[in-house]
């Protein structure tokens, strides 16, 4: 890599054509990526892109006046000083938020880059344009608020944010409260029937750990396994498997910790109280993300553990 103080004038403008032509083609793949769930912001995209292309072609004109036709091929890699940052244009389905935080962070290493540049040149000439590029870089923020104006209208900003609730529910919620549903009431069986049989507070820890972290694992893989989300729109297949492998094991360990405290009766105590929370907490999911009545999702969850938390207490007693 090469010290940006050691770039000459010509290499300075080879960069800033590189960076500028990268850069447009990074908010095609935004906009490309953003085109089907978020048409509107896609169309953002494609006029930021164009901007990009319009100071290309700026920056191009003026290299060919002063160095002729030869282009040398150096890059932002090729440089200390700029920060890495991981391809989130290669990532399918694309977030809204995090893409228009990311284009924002490009705007701003743009304009430093142009602003250092400009401190390092001697001609007049390219010093002026890399000015002027550092303020155009400064007011892409206000370009894009402008753009959003025009293209984000009312109804379709709402539509846009209605499908963004959708793909967080479908990648994230829905694995989630699969794993936390079947984490929280499968092992009320096999823990409260250990609780019941042996009355020895340590062992009936270590049966739930193992049905906790049993279940996490074979929730994980059985939804990694059910479809590979390129049809449904639910995500990459390990990370809705990990978020319901990880919610699987929770939802069973928290009633699966009580059982540390040495007393069988306060552990069992404290174990049926997080219970509660955790039924209670999955009817407000279902609730506040499956548009499920609370009454309903509370009665059918309810139901559902209670049966489960019997038959354990019955099985371990007999």
Same mark, same amino acid.
């Given at each position: ?25 990074? !908010? ?7 085109? $089907? ?5 896609a169309?953002?995209?494609?006029? %930021?892109? *164009? ?6 072609? *700026?920056l ?6 002063? /160095?002729?036709? /030869? ?7 090729? #440089? ?9 244009w290669? #990532? ?13 962070? %490009?705007?701003?290493e ?13 001609? =007049? ?7 002027? &590029?550092?303020?155009?870089?400064? $007011?892409?923020?206000?370009f ?9 209208? @009312? ?17 994230y ?7 936390? %549903? ?10 409260? =029937?250990?609780?019941?049989? @042996? ?5 009936? /820890? &270590? ?7 049993? =279940? ?26 990990t ?21 069988? /009766?306060?552990? @069992? ?11 209670a ?7 506040? !993300? %499956?548009d ?17 938390? &019997? =038959? ?7």
């Amino acid at each position: 890599m090469k010290r940006f103080a050691d770039l000459t004038e010509q290499q300075i403008l080879a960069l800033a054509i590189s960076n500028e032509e990268e850069d447009s083609r990074i !908010y095609r793949d935004f906009a490309e990526g953003l085109r $089907q769930q978020f048409p509107a912001s896609a169309k953002l995209f494609d006029e %930021m892109a *164009e901007e990009e292309v319009r100071h290309r072609s *700026e920056l191009y004109n003026l290299y060919r006046d002063k /160095f002729g036709e /030869f282009l040398p091929l150096i890059r932002r890699q090729d #440089v200390k000083g700029f920060v890495r940052k991981r391809p989130l244009w290669l #990532v399918r389905p694309l977030g809204l938020d995090e893409v228009r935080k990311y284009a924002a962070e %490009m705007e701003f290493e743009a304009a430093r880059f142009y602003r250092k540049a400009a401190e390092t040149t001697r001609d =007049a000439s390219i010093r002026e344009l890399l000015v002027r &590029l550092a303020e155009a870089e400064d $007011q892409h923020e206000h370009f894009a608020e402008a753009l959003e104006q025009k293209l984000l209208t @009312t109804s379709a900003r709402a539509a846009e944010d209605e499908t963004a609730r959708r793909v967080f529910v479908l990648q994230y919620v829905q694995p989630g409260l699969a794993g936390l %549903m079947d984490g929280s009431v499968s092992t009320l069986a096999p823990l409260f =029937a250990a609780a019941f049989a @042996t009355h020895q507070t340590w062992e009936t /820890f &270590l049966v739930g750990l193992a049905a906790s972290v049993g =279940a996490g694992i074979s929730m994980g893989f059985a939804e990694a396994l059910s479809d590979d989300g390129s049809l449904t729109g639910r995500g990459t297949p390990w990370l809705r498997g990990t978020i319901c492998g990880v919610m699987t094991t929770l939802g069973g360990l928290g009633h699966t910790f009580p059982y540390l405290i040495p007393s069988f /009766f306060v552990a @069992t105590a404290v174990a049926i109280a997080v219970v509660v929370v955790e039924l209670a907490a999955i009817s407000y999911i279902r609730y506040r !993300y %499956m548009d499920t009545p609370f009454l309903a999702a509370a009665f059918q969850v309810v139901i559902g553990g209670v049966l489960v938390f &019997l =038959a354990g207490i019955i099985i371990g007693s007999s």
